[in-house]
């Protein structure tokens, strides 16, 4: 298999008709199907079922889908990883879901970049179980991560604890006193998905199956500004709040008759790599 067969399956899983992505890939239908054709018989499945106009993945394609995807992504990292050695002497590649870039990763990066000239730094924000796999994969040198890895011939280091705060607007708290869980399941509450932390396993706890929320979103620091206009009320690390209470534009609301778990943030490294380099700033060694 090719690099333009690949892109070709994925494009055509995305528009699901061979007329369309011929079309949009400025190539011939024919080509199309030669390119989908080779592929299936190099994987020994069929990857697609043909509808009178749309195709659909098969089991065997969407299985396939997610290897295609992560091959071409490894192409694309290994490049960049050698363009980047001809200018500059270390290259750092992070993952970080939202959270811990605005707490942890940003001011690393923004020391980094201050201090030397010398290093070039990607970074990758998404889920933890993607970033994860992105590791596995060599695209990501250390991630930054709400669960853990347990897995011989990586570190997974607990990089620091914080605990989650219940916050809304200063002045528009409706319980001064604290809320309880029954009074917080009927609040107008803003959700960011902890995805499979304890945390945020606790939080859907709080409310109903399928319980429809007046916004959900999966970046914590996007809540920021819904939270400042008096639009609700959330759940988040009191690091990334922190100096918004201190200000006076939020303030935290008390639990009274329940407490609510840490987030812990982890560290995953190969065994081998040295991510003290990163964290102590040492660039120039």
Not at 25 to 35: C, D, G, K, P, Y
Not at 37 to 48: A, D, M, N, P, T
Not at 240 to 267: C, I, Q, R, W
């Amino acid at each position: 298999m090719n690099t333009e067969e690949l892109k070709t399956f994925i494009f055509l899983s995305k528009v699901k008709n061979f007329t369309l992505a011929a079309e949009q890939l400025f190539i011939a239908q024919s080509t199309v199907t030669n390119r989908i054709s080779e592929l299936e018989k190099e994987v020994g499945k069929k990857l697609f079922t043909r509808g009178s106009k749309t195709v659909k993945l098969t089991e065997a394609g969407e299985i396939f889908l997610r290897y295609a995807e992560r091959i071409l992504e490894l192409q694309s990292t290994s490049i960049e990883e050698m363009n980047a050695l001809s200018s500059h002497s270390r290259k750092f590649s992070i993952g970080a879901i939202n959270a811990t870039y605005e707490i942890y990763v940003k001011p690393l990066v923004d020391e980094c970049l201050k201090n030397n000239t010398i290093t070039s730094i990607k970074v990758m924000l998404g889920h933890s179980l993607d970033l994860i796999q992105q590791l596995q994969d060599n695209m990501l040198d250390m991630v930054f991560s709400a669960i853990p890895l347990k897995r011989l011939g990586y570190a997974c280091d607990v990089y620091d604890v914080d605990r989650v705060a219940l916050v809304c607007k200063k002045g528009m708290n409706a319980y001064p006193d604290g809320v309880t869980k029954e009074q917080l399941s009927k609040l107008p509450y803003l959700m960011c998905d902890f995805t499979l932390s304890e945390a945020g396993v606790f939080i859907r706890s709080l409310f109903p199956k399928n319980h429809i929320f007046r916004l959900d979103v999966d970046n914590s620091s996007k809540l920021l500004p819904y939270l400042e206009n008096g639009l609700g009320y959330s759940f988040l690390p009191y690091k990334l709040v922190k100096d918004k209470l201190e200000s006076g534009d939020l303030e935290e609301v008390a639990l009274k008759d329940f407490t609510a778990p840490n987030v812990t943030t982890y560290l995953i490294y190969r065994q081998e790599y040295d991510v003290k380099r990163f964290l102590e700033n040492k660039f120039d060694e």
